[in-house]
């Protein structure tokens, strides 16, 4: 190990934890801010009979959503409470959100109990703040912190924590369990302007789900400054065409972003589980994250075939991430069958891919069924396993027009010893796969 690559994983390593710590200091202690509308409280003592002031809190908070009205304030003291639904008389506007979140200096829990359930289930409901606030302990089939169904739109989740959100059985298959579900079923009523930001997720065993899942017909999503530790699978999804929402044409997520975030350790006994998965999204946006010690760092694929070629995964943008020490793959792009759906107009752009893998079956870079990716500028490197650089099974038919420019490739010795798999013909030499990829990927070295 030269002292030139301790000295880049150290500035990683430094990266890494300032991220995390930038993402806890998001969390608010308290929630404090002007409100344009009335202020109320509700407290486990309190009493749905009272006024729902400070001193005269009410008890429940169904009672206590249900008096809410533009630009109003609900303040929830310490405490344990059920679960809670906004439905779509709970509305703001643009410029008076309805804001419900913990009292000054007060952590309230909005518990299960250890029981199956959805903690806070919004259907319908408009121009929303949740913030502060701790969702835990739900434990059963389908069970979730946050549930946001078709219709709801403008909505902030911030400064929030989830943990022991779990499914029981999480090894059979399709036993799931989410902390974020935004679930769009509809093809005239789409979830749109969502912000989940500064929020940290832990502890949870969520199956065959996400920590994070944006799913169906859902628009201008912003998952931002999150930290999602030791979840269980996949900490963020953006998935489409399952059929979820009858519309084809709008069964998946679109115009969305994921940035500044840090996953670590969601590592799936029963399934790879990236840290970061777009699965049939367009127009998606994944810049700046950490993700580190997962099964695989961040993939774009297509595990469904759509019903016509223009609903393919595509515009999707990967730039500006870290992704290190991951179990498996780095970085994925592609339907890992032939007879799925394609993945398209990818780029791959200034990242640094270091260090994943632990053993020589895993690859830095995997490319299966793709058309028109770019990848430019990022650095694919591992000191530590002799596995292939890039990994491209399929044949030109399914591999249609991949660009490299401007990157750096290493894997632990010489150019000449290096480790390639292009379009089924494995490259132990930089130079000839290089010429094989066009002539001007980049330089082999540390």
């Not at 301790?6 to 969390?27: E, N």
Request: net charge positive; charged share 20%; proline share 2%.
């Amino acid at each position: 190990m030269t002292r030139m690559l301790d000295k880049k994983m150290a500035v990683v390593v430094f990266i890494a934890i300032f991220a995390l710590i930038g993402a806890f200091m998001l969390v608010p202690r308290c929630c404090t801010f002007a409100t344009s509308g009335h202020v109320y409280y509700v407290a486990a003592d309190g009493d749905n009979s009272w006024t729902g002031t400070e001193s005269k809190p009410f008890k429940t908070l169904k009672y206590a959503v249900s008096r809410l009205e533009a630009g109003d304030t609900l303040y929830i003291k310490g405490g344990t409470y059920g679960k809670v639904t906004l439905d779509g008389r709970v509305r703001g506007t643009k410029d008076a959100y309805i804001t419900i979140c913990n009292a000054p200096g007060e952590s309230p829990v909005i518990s299960g109990g250890g029981s199956k359930a959805v903690l806070m289930d919004i259907e319908g409901a408009s121009y929303v703040k949740v913030k502060g606030l701790e969702f835990a302990d739900a434990d059963g089939q389908d069970s979730c912190g946050i549930y946001v169904g078709a219709g709801s739109s403008h909505l902030v989740i911030s400064g929030n924590r989830f943990h022991d959100i779990t499914v029981p059985r999480p090894a059979v298959e399709d036993h799931c369990a989410n902390c974020i579900l935004l679930f769009g079923d509809s093809g005239s009523k789409s979830i749109n302007h969502v912000t989940i930001s500064g929020n940290q997720f832990y502890d949870c065993e969520t199956g065959w789900a996400e920590c994070v899942s944006v799913t169906g017909n859902a628009t201008s999503v912003k998952v931002n400054l999150n930290d999602i530790n030791n979840t269980g699978n996949i900490g963020i999804d953006f998935s489409g065409n399952y059929g979820y929402c009858k519309k084809a044409s709008v069964d998946f997520p679109r115009n969305c972003e994921a940035k500044n975030n840090t996953v670590t350790n969601c590592v799936s006994k029963y399934a790879t589980s990236y840290g970061i998965y777009v699965d049939g999204g367009q127009k998606i946006k994944l810049s700046g994250n950490v993700v580190s010690k997962c099964s695989g760092g961040i993939e774009i694929g297509a595990e469904q075939k759509p019903q016509k070629y223009a609903y393919s995964t595509r515009y999707i943008r990967v730039t500006g991430n870290i992704v290190s020490e991951n179990l498996e793959n780095g970085i994925t792009v592609g339907g890992y069958e032939k007879k799925l759906g394609w993945v398209r107009n990818v780029t791959v752009d200034k990242n640094q891919c270091l260090n994943n893998g632990k053993d020589k079956e895993q690859a830095i870079l995997t490319l299966s069924k793709c058309n028109g990716v770019k990848v430019t500028n990022n650095a694919f490197s591992n000191s530590k396993i002799r596995c292939a650089i890039v990994y491209s099974e399929f044949s030109t038919k399914y591999t249609r027009k991949i660009s490299f420019a401007g990157n750096r490739f290493y894997n632990g010795g010489g150019e000449n010893s290096a480790s390639f798999v292009w379009r089924n013909k494995v490259y132990t030499s930089f130079a000839k796969w290089n010429r094989a990829v066009g002539g001007n990927a980049g330089k082999y070295g540390k």
